[in-house]
C-alpha cells in the first residue's frame, strides 16, 4: 500500500491515461513484490477470458448500428410528440428518448453522442443555453447504464458473481425515477429562464404517425429483458440479438443504413470496446495484488471497525465511489473495489442486488462530474463550450440524481421489488 497509493496518484495527477496508470502501478507492484511477470500477462488475460464480458462490444456495437440508422431520430421524434408541449419541451425531449435509448445500448457515452449529435444543435437553434442544452444531454445519459441492459452491471455481475438479469431488473425503477427527477428540475428551469415548447398538443394522426415509427425500436427493449427472463438466452446472447435487430431494422426497414457505413460503424465501436476492455484487463491485475497481499483484508478490517451499522456503511459507500467517480473509471473502481465491500454488505444484512445497484449508479453518477466525467467531454465537443461552462449548468442536475440515489439506498424496495417478483 506504501507504493501503490504513491505511483496511482501520481500517474493520474500527470495525465496518464487511466489504463496506464493502473497498469503500471500493478507492474511497480510486481517488481517490488518479486513476483513472475509472467502472471502479470496472465491476470490481464484472465481479466477478459469471460463469455459475459462480450456483452460489451456488441451492446456498444448495437448502439452505434441504431444511431447511423436512423433509429434515434424515430425515438426523438415519438418523444417530442409525447412531452414536446411542456415548457422546455426539448429538454424533456432529450429525458425521455434517453430512457428509450437506454433499453436498447446500456452505454451512458453512446447515449450521449448519440442524442446529443441530434437535440444539442436543435436546442441551441431553438434559443436554449449551449451550457443548458449540453447539461440535460450529459446528466440524462446516464440513464443509459440504468435501465437495462447496462455493460456496468454486466462487469458488476462476473466480477462478484451476483445475477446479471437481476441486476437488470433492479435498475427499472429507479431509472424511471431518475428521469422524472431530471425532467422536474429541467422544467422549473425553463420556466425560469422562458424556454420555448411546442405551441400545441400534437394530433392524434400525428402521434400515431411517429408512434408507428418508433414502435419497432421501441419494441427491442422487450425482446432483450423478456428473453432474459423466459431463459431463451443470457444477458451475452441479448447483446448479439440487440446488435442482429438494430441492423435488420436499420438496413432492410428503415433503409437508412449502407454497406459503406459499416467499416466506419465497426471501426468506432471496435475502439470503443478496446478502451474499456484494456482498462478491465489491467484492473483485474491491480484486484489480484490486492488480494494476495490481503490488502482487500485490512480494508474489510478497518470499515467493520468503523461502523457496524449498514446504513452507516450504505452512507460511507455513496461519499467512497461518488468521490471515485470524480476521476476514475467506472468498470475498473467496480473490478478493484467491490470484490472487497461487496462481502461486508452482505456481512451487514445488505441485499446483494440492491448493494450491486447502489454501486453502479454511484459510478454512472461519476460519468458527469468534473474533472474526469466522459460525458461531460462527448457534451463539450458537440455543443462547443468549455468544460467550466458545462460544470456549473449540470450541477441542479447532478444534485437531483444524488437525491434519487439516497432514495434507493435507504428504501432497498425501489431495487429489490422487481427482481423479487421474477424470483431473482
Not at 428551469?189 to 414502435?215: C, G, H, T
Not at 460525458?375 to 460544470?391: H, Y
Request: charged share 10%; hydrophobic share 55%.
Amino acid at each position: 500500500m506504501i507504493w501503490l497509493l504513491p505511483v496511482f496518484l501520481l500517474s493520474m495527477v500527470v495525465g496518464t491515461p487511466l489504463s496506464f496508470v493502473i497498469g503500471l502501478t500493478a507492474l511497480i507492484a510486481f517488481l517490488i513484490g518479486d513476483y513472475p511477470l509472467l502472471m502479470l500477462v496472465q491476470r490481464f488475460f484472465s481479466g477478459l477470458d469471460s463469455f459475459s464480458l462480450m456483452a460489451v462490444p456488441f451492446f456498444i456495437l448495437a448502439g452505434n448500428l441504431m444511431n447511423t440508422g436512423g433509429i434515434t431520430q424515430k425515438l426523438v421524434d415519438f418523444a417530442h410528440s409525447l412531452v414536446g408541449h411542456i415548457r422546455g419541451g426539448l429538454a424533456h425531449t432529450n429525458i425521455v428518448v434517453s430512457m428509450f435509448f437506454a433499453g436498447i445500448t446500456g452505454s451512458a457515452v453512446a447515449d450521449t453522442s448519440a442524442i446529443g449529435s441530434i437535440l444539442i444543435p436543435a436546442m441551441i437553434k431553438k434559443g436554449y443555453g449551449k451550457g443548458f442544452s449540453a447539461a440535460v444531454t450529459a446528466s440524462s445519459s446516464t440513464i443509459g447504464p440504468i435501465i437495462p441492459p447496462s455493460i456496468l452491471m454486466v462487469i458488476y455481475g462476473i466480477t462478484t458473481g451476483v445475477s446479471i438479469g437481476g441486476l437488470f431488473l433492479a435498475g427499472l425503477i429507479p431509472g424511471i425515477l431518475i428521469g422524472l427527477a431530471l425532467m422536474v428540475v429541467a422544467y422549473f428551469i425553463s420556466v425560469k429562464r422562458d424556454y420555448p415548447q411546442r405551441e400545441s398538443m400534437v394530433s392524434l394522426r400525428e402521434f400515431l404517425r411517429d408512434f408507428k415509427n418508433a414502435i419497432i425500436p421501441l419494441i427491442a427493449p422487450l425482446i432483450i429483458m423478456g428473453g432474459i427472463l423466459i431463459g431463451v438466452f443470457t444477458a451475452t446472447e441479448a447483446s448479439v440479438i440487440a446488435v442482429a435487430y438494430a441492423f435488420i431494422v436499420s438496413f432492410f426497414v428503415y433503409d437508412e443504413l449502407s454497406w459503406s457505413d459499416l467499416p466506419k460503424i465497426l471501426l468506432d465501436s471496435a475502439i470503443t470496446t478496446g478502451s474499456i476492455l484494456l482498462i478491465i484487463g489491467t484492473a483485474n491485475i491491480l484486484g489480484w495484488i490486492i488480494s494476495v497481499e490481503q490488502i482487500d483484508q485490512v480494508i474489510a478490517q478497518v470499515l467493520t471497525s468503523f461502523t457496524g451499522n449498514k446504513y452507516l456503511f450504505l452512507l460511507f459507500i455513496n461519499i467512497l465511489f461518488l468521490f471515485l467517480g470524480t476521476f476514475m473509471e467506472a468498470g475498473a473502481t467496480i473490478i478493484i473495489l467491490t470484490p472487497v465491500l461487496a462481502p461486508i454488505a452482505v456481512q451487514l444484512g445488505i441485499d446483494p442486488l440492491h448493494f450491486g445497484f447502489v454501486t453502479v449508479l454511484n459510478l454512472v453518477i461519476g460519468l458527469t462530474t468534473p474533472p474526469l466525467g466522459l460525458c461531460l467531454f462527448v457534451a463539450c465537443g458537440i455543443a462547443k463550450i468549455k468544460l467550466k461552462e458545462l460544470a456549473i449548468a449540470i450541477y441542479p442536475f447532478i444534485l437531483a440524481e444524488i437525491a434519487v440515489l439516497m432514495l434507493v439506498t435507504y428504501f432497498p424496495v425501489f431495487t429489490t421489488w422487481v427482481p423479487s417478483l421474477m424470483g431473482f
